[in-house]
T-cell receptor, first 116, second 108 residues
Framework: NAGVIQTPRHKVTGKGQEATLWCEPI?????VFWYRQTIVQGLEFLTY????????DSGMPKERFSAQMPNQSHSTLKIQSTQPQDSAVYLC??????????????FGAGTRLSVL | GQQVQQSPTSLVLQEGENAELQCNFS?????MQWFYQRPGGSLVSVFY???GTKQSGRLTSTTVIKERRSSLHISSSQITDSGTYLC??????????FGTGTTVSVSP
């Protein structure tokens, strides 16, 4: 079990460029979550999928952020026209869903996005 | 305002000391989890604890859902316990909402 895999680990973009972040959840997990972490704001929820369907995107900035889960083995987070305030560590997590300890969330190592 | 409040914000311990971290929730919740993050490292689940007391080694978590609070007790702290401890609440099948964490520094 390789855990949740996120690529790239680091990404540097220029202001106005597009950034695509990738996440491979743990095999068999039905729920995939995206968060971003900054020193100032802490961990902020962005969006999540269950069985590939978008369930809640209430944390997503509406205009430039989008997330997809085209199949059960990966999800992408796309940021168009990146701005310096988008700089953060973007974290993907997955869980098996269901009850009890199956709700435990497993995080990837994150993608550090730096917008210059 | 913050739905998940953690205290203290930071904690400095001498190796061997005990510590108690608190987590309070401003709304009703279904369950909660404790996570640990080493500086620059990944978040790792420490406890999934919807209610009651759970122990894992030197860590003990106690959650009282009706009172909207949870605590994490570290006994006989070690240098390797240094890092940030975050609690998170789950409400109605929605995604976890995290607190801002307690940073623990254990010195020899």
């Amino acid at each position: 079990n390789a855990g949740v895999i996120q690529t790239p680990r680091h990404k540097v973009t220029g202001k106005g460029q597009e950034a695509t972040l990738w996440c491979e959840p743990i095999s068999g997990h039905s729920a995939v979550f995206w968060y971003r972490q900054t020193i100032v704001q802490g961990l902020e929820f962005l969006t999540y999928f269950r069985n590939q369907a978008p369930i809640d995107d209430s944390g997503m900035p509406k205009e430039r952020f989008s997330a997809q889960m085209p199949n059960q083995s990966h999800s992408t987070l796309k940021i168009q026209s990146t701005q310096p305030q988008d700089s953060a560590v973007y974290l993907c997590a997955s869980s098996a869903g269901g009850g009890s300890s199956q709700n435990t969330l497993y995080f990837g190592a994150g993608t550090r996005l730096s917008v210059l | 305002g913050q739905q998940v409040q953690q205290s203290p914000t930071s904690l400095v311990l001498q190796e061997g000391e005990n510590a108690e971290l608190q987590c309070n929730f401003s709304t009703s919740l279904n369950s909660m989890q404790w996570f640990y993050q080493r500086p620059g490292g990944s978040l790792v689940s420490v406890f999934y604890n919807p209610s009651g007391t759970k122990q894992s080694g030197r860590l003990t978590s106690t959650t009282v859902i009706k009172e909207r609070r949870s605590s994490l007790h570290i006994s006989s702290s070690q240098i390797t316990d240094s890092g940030t401890y975050l609690c998170a609440m789950e409400r109605g099948g929605r995604a976890l909402i995290f607190g801002t964490g307690t940073t623990v520094s254990v010195s020899p």
